[in-house]
């Protein structure tokens, strides 16, 4: 008798916290009442209802999920195509619902659940119908962008998206600057990280907002970009080689850069040799030994950039400075810039030319002091690098120069 006693103690126990489960489960959804004001018109088809009262009078209710949870829900009870009530919830939710025997044959509940990152979704169910649970999987948006890049440079700057696939996009412009508004796009988990960074001569902040499908680029204007008057232009490419579009959007000065222009050729002709022989060899091995070759390849081959014809005459004048006027690459071959063929050449090589990195260093040097020279310098050699770490890659590249001299 006390073995039995024992064990019917076991099974109440056991009932109690599947019980006491059921309940917290019960109280993990939000409660959203969401029954009209009034209740459908009495039809003969309710007749018969009290040979199913299980059906008809028992409590309405609906559990929403989602996969992934926590998507914001829009709650409807819809009645022959008017909409009788509407309240919002976060998902998961318990939606109650008037009894069968309350609700018309044309009552519906629509449900559209939307996260950020995630595309929306729209489900609709009868009162009259059996469902009393349901989840409703997200699909993922079918762009994400992965990162961003700045660059500036004589006077004109530059902001580079790369993303998953080519991008529909438009801009408003606002008096601190303007928002770019990317169709059903996603941001990678990174990017917060990167945006903090983005900072120049014209581009003060760089922040990221999802609002629903859509993500929202918000880009603030330095003081000096508000001054000059900017004219945006889009383009937009396919990288082939990484699979990746790649959305920039140039930031022009309406007046013209030909200050700048004259200031860029004042800084190369003062370029000597002293620049790229000798110890600054050593900077230049170090730090192209230290960035990615294929970086380093597609920052510095011509594609289009309005850097082209920067980066083409520091060619040029490395190969004025340079032994027998002509550029030598890692591997022993030369060049030589005077001539447009040789030119081209050097350039679909640059990644690998000698002196090349030192040159473009002091060019960015004459340009810019303090922190702007390493941005202007970074603008040219590895825009899409994390600036914090191309800090610290320069400065040690820096650190063999020096040991060189000592």
């Not at 019917?8 to 109280?27: D, K, Q, T, Y």
């Not at 709650?75 to 009894?99: D, G, H, M």
């Not at 609709?124 to 948006?141: W, Y």
């Not at 447009?340 to 990195?357: F, H, R, T």
Request: glycine share 6%; aromatic share 6%.
């Amino acid at each position: 008798m006390k073995r039995r006693g024992g064990v019917g103690l076991i099974v109440v126990a056991v009932a109690l916290l599947f019980h006491s489960i059921g309940a917290a489960n019960s109280e993990s959804f939000e409660v959203v009442h969401l029954e009209p004001n009034e209740n459908a018109s009495w039809r003969m088809g309710r007749i018969f209802s009290f040979l199913r009262p299980g059906f008809y009078y028992e409590d309405r209710f609906i559990h929403v999920e989602t996969t992934p949870p926590g998507a914001d829900l829009d709650l409807y009870y819809v009645r022959a195509n008017f909409q009788k009530r509407y309240e919002q919830s976060v998902a998961p939710a318990k939606i109650v619902l008037p009894r069968r025997i309350d609700a018309g044959d044309r009552d519906n509940v629509m449900i559209r659940a939307t996260l950020d990152g995630f595309k929306g979704k729209e489900i609709s169910l009868r009162v009259l119908g059996k469902e009393t649970e349901v989840n409703i999987e997200l699909d993922e948006l079918p762009n994400t962008l992965r990162s961003v890049a700045h660059t500036y440079f004589a006077g004109r700057a530059s902001l580079q998206f790369l993303t998953d696939e080519a991008l529909t996009a438009r801009i408003q412009e606002r008096e601190e600057g303007f928002n770019l508004i990317m169709n059903e796009t996603a941001k990678s988990e990174t990017l917060e990280a990167e945006l903090k960074q983005l900072h120049g001569a014209l581009v003060d902040e760089v922040t990221a907002q999802q609002l629903g499908e859509d993500l929202m680029i918000r880009v603030e204007l330095s003081s000096l970009g508000k001054k000059k008057s900017l004219d945006l232009r889009a383009r937009q490419s396919h990288d082939p080689v990484r699979d990746v579009y790649r959305y920039a959007l140039d930031l022009i000065p309406k007046a013209g850069a030909t200050g700048e222009v004259e200031r860029v050729k004042v800084a190369l002709a003062r370029l000597r040799a002293s620049d790229v022989t000798g110890c600054a060899l050593h900077f230049d091995a170090a730090l192209r030994k230290a960035l990615d070759p294929s970086d380093l390849a597609r920052a510095l081959t011509p594609r289009g950039e309005y850097t082209d014809r920067y980066l083409r005459a520091a060619m040029q004048r490395l190969g004025q400075i340079s032994a027998g006027g002509k550029v030598t690459l890692t591997d022993g071959t030369t060049y030589r810039p005077a001539a447009p063929l040789e030119l081209a050449a050097a350039m679909s090589q640059a990644a690998v030319v000698k002196g090349y990195l030192a040159a473009l260093r002091s060019l960015a040097a004459h340009l810019e002091g303090g922190a702007a020279r390493v941005q202007t310098f970074q603008s040219l050699v590895a825009p899409e690098h994390e600036v914090g770490e191309f800090a610290a890659t320069v400065k040690a590249a820096e650190a063999a120069e020096r040991r060189c001299r000592q």
